[in-house]
C-alpha cells in the first residue's frame, strides 16, 4: 500500500508541474489501455443495468459466432433465413447473431482478453443461449464452466439426436496439480460438431469445422435446438 501511495504522489506531483495539454499528452500515453478498459467496463456496465432495468424485449435466441470473419450478424443472409424458416414473432422477441467475438481459450484461457469477459457476462447473466466457433477451441472453453453439460436432462433431445456428433471437454487434460485424486474426471459433453452444416458449406464462417455450445444459463435450449436442425437441413 505504501508503494502505491508514494507512486500516486509521484505522479501527482509529475503532473502538477505539466501545463494542462502536456498532462494530457503524458495521460494518453502511459494510461491509455487502462483508460481504454475502464471505458468498456463502464460502458458494458451501463449496457446491463439498461438491458435489465428497462423493458426491452427478451430474446427468442442470441447466438455469438466467435471468430470468424463471416457476415452472419442481425439481418445478414443466415438471420434472414433463420427467422423466415423458424417463423419467430420478432414483434414480441429478437432474434441476436453476433460476429463480432474474438478470443481463443486454448491461449492462456483467454485472461485478459475483453470479449472473452463480455462472454462471461453474458452467459452468467442468462443472455447468450449458443457459442460457436471452432471443435478444439470449443472443447476447451468447457474448463470455463459457462457451457452447458449436455447431460442435463433439459439436453436429453440433443443427446438423442446428436449422440454422435458431441464435443467432450476432458477435465483430466487440464488437471490441477493440486486436485484431488477423486476428482471426477470422466469427459463432460459440452458441445455439438457442425461441421458438415451450411455455417461451413455454404458460409464458411471457419476453417478448422465448426461446433456450437450452450451457454449455462440459458433458457431457450428449444430454439437453439431449432437453430442446429436449420444449419443442419
Not at 494530457?24 to 478498459?37: C, F, M, Q, S
Request: glycine share 4%; hydrophobic share 40%.
Amino acid at each position: 500500500m505504501d508503494r502505491i501511495r508514494q507512486f500516486i504522489q509521484e505522479e501527482k506531483s509529475k503532473l502538477s508541474r505539466m501545463t494542462f495539454s502536456s498532462a494530457i499528452e503524458y495521460i494518453l500515453t502511459y494510461y491509455w489501455i487502462p483508460i481504454l478498459a475502464a471505458v468498456f467496463a463502464v460502458s458494458f456496465g451501463i449496457y446491463l443495468y439498461v438491458k435489465i432495468t428497462t423493458n426491452i424485449p427478451d430474446n427468442w435466441l442470441m447466438v455469438s459466432f466467435t471468430n470468424t470473419r463471416a457476415v452472419v450478424d442481425n439481418d445478414s443472409k443466415l438471420w434472414k433465413e433463420f427467422t423466415e424458416y423458424t417463423g419467430y414473432d420478432l414483434t414480441q422477441k429478437k432474434v441476436v447473431f453476433d460476429s463480432s467475438s474474438y478470443f481463443d481459450y486454448t491461449k492462456n484461457q483467454a485472461k485478459g482478453n475483453a470479449y472473452y469477459n463480455a462472454f462471461i457476462a453474458l452467459t452468467d447473466a442468462g443472455e447468450l443461449d449458443a457459442i460457436t466457433m471452432e471443435p478444439v477451441s470449443l472443447a476447451a472453453l468447457g474448463q470455463s464452466g459457462r457451457l452447458m453439460d449436455l447431460n442435463d436432462e433439459r439436453c436429453q433431445d440433443l443427446i438423442k439426436n446428436y449422440s454422435d456428433r458431441l464435443i467432450y471437454y476432458d477435465p483430466a487434460s487440464a488437471q490441477d496439480p493440486m486436485s484431488s485424486q477423486d476428482d471426477d474426471l470422466t469427459p463432460i459433453p459440452v458441445g455439438i460438431d457442425l461441421s458438415d452444416s451450411i455455417l461451413i458449406t455454404e458460409y464458411h464462417i471457419y476453417a478448422d469445422g465448426c461446433a456450437i455450445g450452450i451457454g449455462a444459463q440459458s433458457e431457450n435450449i428449444s430454439q437453439i435446438e431449432d437453430f442446429i436442425e436449420f444449419v443442419l437441413k
